[in-house]
């Protein structure tokens, strides 16, 4: 199966980073480092930097009812933001949130947040509703090299969720957004924080023929959001609609399989193989469905579904310059997997989870 790699420093302009421009989180993302226990000592480390008050907001029991409680809008939401962090802590912070991304995805969530000074001077807003450091971060359990734990780094669209057993991780749901998708005005002009999901979108609802385009497009007009939402559990309802891999020629399934592989390679190298293996388990098995408009600047929405993941985008709001993106994984989000597995290995015996941290 050939893929190509689409990360070029033409898709990535202004990049920030996580309390000021000299923070380093991101070189942490070593190929040669287990994920699980970096994981542990990054959660350890930022823990160990806040002050108990902080401490106290920031950590939940792994069962708590909030390690679910993801979303992508501006709201309240519990955990110790940025802007309540002193410089120290910020970095702490940053290797955290770098410890569960790629270089790449690191990137984007950073811009991602930075965005929200763009929406600050659009909407000649105070700081109250759009502020860079209003992204929370949030411990489930006791972080371990073996144990059971979790944690989460979330704010306007960007929602990133970790689940850690026995030494295994899966991430998810993963959530990405930029607003404005591409900055149209300003020092920041041109910027494009989510390129490659939006171009390798396109480029494969064009390279359809015309009867191919006819099942691909499920709907003339673009959902006005993703389907799934936030949802605690992924699901849509019926069966894959849209048109089968196995019914696209060769320059069309590599444009699919690039398409994934932007979303594949969020993370870092250990969780992105894991992803890759599901692409390739799934082999043709793959449905790419459209809805909304195939001209550039029209509103739109496109999904990849497998029988393990899904993948959805839309473009529709603030005259379709605004992206949701997210990677969802049907039964692995939130550990769903591993714990069913946990639990099956003990016995059917309900595991007594550590409240503390």
């Known amino acids: 199966m050939r893929r190509r790699s689409f990360l070029s420093s033409s898709l990535f302009m202004g990049a920030a980073t996580i309390g000021g421009k000299h923070s380093h989180g991101n070189v942490i993302n070593s190929q040669e480092v287990q994920i699980a226990p970096l994981m542990a000592e ?4 930022f823990l160990a930097g806040l002050d108990a008050r902080q401490r106290a907001r920031a950590t939940f029991a792994f069962d708590a009812d909030e390690r679910k409680n993801w979303h992508f809008i501006p709201k309240d939401r519990k955990g110790v933001a940025l802007r309540e962090m002193s410089p120290y802590q910020k970095h702490l912070a940053s290797a955290l949130l770098a410890a569960g991304l790629s270089q790449k995805g690191y990137i984007k969530a950073v811009t991602i947040m930075s965005l929200e000074e763009v929406l600050k001077i659009m909407e000649n807003d105070s700081g109250e509703t759009r502020n860079s450091e209003n992204y929370y971060f949030s411990v489930f359990g006791m972080p371990s090299d073996t ?5 989460r780094v979330e704010g306007h669209h960007l929602s990133q969720n970790y689940s850690v057993v026995h030494g295994k991780v899966i991430d998810g749901p993963s959530f990405f957004g930029a607003n404005p998708a591409e900055v149209l005005e300003g020092p920041r002009k041109g910027l494009r924080t989510l390129a490659g999901e939006d171009v390798l979108g396109r480029e494969l609802i064009e390279v359809l023929d015309e009867e191919q385009r006819k099942i691909a497009i499920v709907n003339p007009t673009a959902y006005s959001d993703i389907l799934t939402g936030a949802s605690r559990k992924a699901a849509l309802q019926g069966q894959p609609s849209g048109l089968s891999a196995d ?18 390679r969020n993370v870092p190298e250990e969780l992105a193989e894991k992803r890759m293996a599901q692409i390739d388990k799934a082999g043709r098995n793959i449905y790419f469905a459209w809805s909304g408009g195939v001209n550039h600047g029209q509103p739109h929405y496109y999904r990849v579904q497998t029988a393990s993941f899904l993948i959805e985008l839309d473009d529709t709001q603030d005259d379709a310059n605004h992206i949701h993106s997210v990677w969802r994984d049907f039964t692995g ?17 309900k595991l007594k989870l550590d409240r503390s941290v």
């Not at 144990?147 to 944690?151: E, R």
């Not at 069309?252 to 979303?263: C, G, K, N, P, V």
């Open 42 to 45: 990054c959660a350890k480390r």
């Open 147 to 151: 144990g059971i734990w979790g944690y």
């Open 247 to 264: 019914k696209m020629k060769r320059r069309q399934f590599d444009t699919l399989m690039a398409l994934i592989e932007e979303y594949a």
């Open 333 to 349: 989000d939130f550990g769903q997997d591993l714990l069913a597995e946990h639990y099956a290995a003990s016995h059917g015996h």
